[in-house]
């Protein structure tokens, strides 16, 4: 398999869809016990502030050397001002709604030792559809792009889905999902959808062989009329089942540091080599070597061209 060159990768355009989010780290010291409550004390000296959830795939795919554009509604608050200065900051162009009845979603993350002590999210359900109001910006924006990128976070930012892939798939573009819940239903007619382990037991059930995840993994393809359906199986790599049958790519060995926004490397790699015309089967091992990089670093990251293809 060829390595794209930069200037392919830098001309391949991808939009990605769906739930952004604020990821904030307080890092701190930890010295003592609270007389309060059996918890650690954690004296904080160092804020972080990183895009998260679909931000963090659009930089995915910036960092990597292709052109991300983000479609997503934010609140109308101080995260979000936030959330648009770090996309200015790193080149991902953004269309943001504005919903004042929305919180812009938060993570909280507190650290101390090295180790993740507690996480609070700051969400909220909104009474409507936030993304209604987008579809027009989808529509202009999709005949610029290469590949569409949903990232559902399951926040409820995609009720539009299925509208939104029959557009993408009428205009000839592939269409790549991150799913969650259990109705995969909604994804239908997509090119591919790269649920984990534990996501796709939620759909077909815990399987007792491999023989029983090919047949269940394949009913499931072909039901959806998908392409192709991804398994990111952790330390066992990665398994594609297609219309010619299962391709199997191994894990990357190394150390395993932080596995926070894999996910969201592995379908961003993807998303831009799929942009740059390269199929599925030629994809997966790239995407596949970018996972096992990132998971050798600490939260959300992304891979640069250099890592990837060095």
Same mark, same amino acid.
């Given at each position: 398999?060829?390595?794209p060159?930069?200037?392919?990768?830098?001309?391949?355009?991808?939009?990605?869809?769906?739930?952004?989010?604020?990821?904030?780290?307080?890092?701190?010291?930890?010295?003592?016990?609270?007389?309060?409550?059996?918890?650690?004390?954690?004296?904080?000296?160092?804020?972080?502030?990183?895009?998260?959830?679909?931000?963090?795939?659009?930089?995915?795919?910036?960092?990597?050397?292709?052109?991300?554009?983000?479609?997503?509604?934010?609140?109308d608050?101080?995260?979000?001002?936030?959330l648009?200065?770090l996309?200015?900051?790193?080149?991902?162009?953004?269309?943001?709604?504005?919903?004042?009845?929305?919180?812009?979603?938060?993570?909280?993350?507190?650290?101390?030792?090295?180790?993740?002590?507690?996480?609070?999210?700051?969400?909220?359900?909104?009474?409507?559809?936030?993304?209604?109001?987008?579809?027009?910006?989808?529509?202009?924006?999709?005949?610029?792009?290469d590949?569409?990128?949903?990232?559902?976070?399951?926040?409820? %930012?995609?009720?539009?889905?299925?509208? /939104?892939?029959?557009?993408? *798939? =009428?205009? #000839?573009?592939p !269409?790549?999902?991150?799913?969650?819940?259990?109705?995969?239903?909604?994804?239908?007619?997509a090119?591919?959808?790269?649920?984990?382990?534990?996501?796709?037991?939620?759909?077909?059930?815990?399987?007792?062989?491999?023989?029983?995840?090919?047949?269940?993994?394949?009913?499931?393809?072909?039901?959806?009329?998908?392409?192709?359906?991804?398994?990111?199986?952790?330390?066992?790599?990665?398994?594609?089942?297609?219309?010619?049958?299962?391709?199997?790519?191994?894990?990357?060995?190394r150390?395993?540091?932080?596995?926070?926004?894999?996910?969201?490397?592995?379908?961003?790699?993807?998303?831009?080599?799929?942009?740059? %015309?390269?199929?599925?089967?030629?994809? /997966?091992?790239?995407?596949? *070597? =970018?996972? #096992?990089?990132? !998971?050798?670093?600490?939260?959300?990251?992304?891979?640069?061209?250099?890592?990837?293809?060095?």
């Amino acid at each position: 398999m060829t390595t794209p060159s930069r200037e392919r990768l830098a001309r391949a355009r991808v939009l990605v869809v769906g739930d952004a989010m604020l990821d904030r780290y307080w890092f701190g010291a930890v010295d003592r016990i609270s007389p309060e409550a059996p918890v650690p004390v954690v004296r904080v000296n160092r804020e972080e502030e990183r895009l998260g959830g679909a931000a963090n795939v659009a930089l995915n795919v910036k960092t990597l050397g292709a052109q991300a554009t983000l479609l997503t509604v934010v609140g109308d608050d101080e995260p979000a001002r936030t959330l648009k200065k770090l996309l200015e900051r790193q080149g991902v162009t953004a269309l943001l709604g504005s919903d004042p009845q929305l919180y812009t979603i938060v993570k909280l993350r507190v650290i101390g030792r090295s180790q993740q002590l507690i996480r609070i999210d700051f969400e909220n359900q909104p009474d409507h559809e936030v993304l209604a109001a987008m579809l027009d910006d989808y529509e202009r924006a999709l005949p610029e792009h290469d590949a569409v990128l949903f990232s559902d976070y399951g926040k409820g %930012g995609l009720t539009h889905i299925p509208r /939104m892939i029959e557009l993408a *798939r =009428a205009a #000839g573009k592939p !269409v790549l999902i991150d799913p969650k819940g259990s109705d995969y239903g909604r994804y239908a007619g997509a090119t591919v959808i790269t649920p984990n382990r534990a996501e796709l037991a939620q759909v077909i059930g815990p399987w007792s062989s491999e023989a029983q995840l090919h047949e269940r993994a394949q009913k499931l393809r072909t039901e959806h009329r998908l392409e192709g359906l991804l398994l990111t199986r952790s330390e066992e790599g990665m398994s594609l089942f297609d219309a010619a049958g299962h391709a199997q790519v191994p894990a990357q060995a190394r150390e395993v540091f932080d596995v926070t926004g894999a996910g969201d490397t592995v379908i961003a790699t993807l998303a831009a080599m799929l942009a740059c %015309g390269y199929s599925l089967r030629e994809a /997966m091992p790239v995407a596949n *070597r =970018a996972g #096992g990089i990132v !998971v050798g670093k600490f939260g959300t990251a992304s891979v640069s061209y250099e890592e990837l293809f060095a």
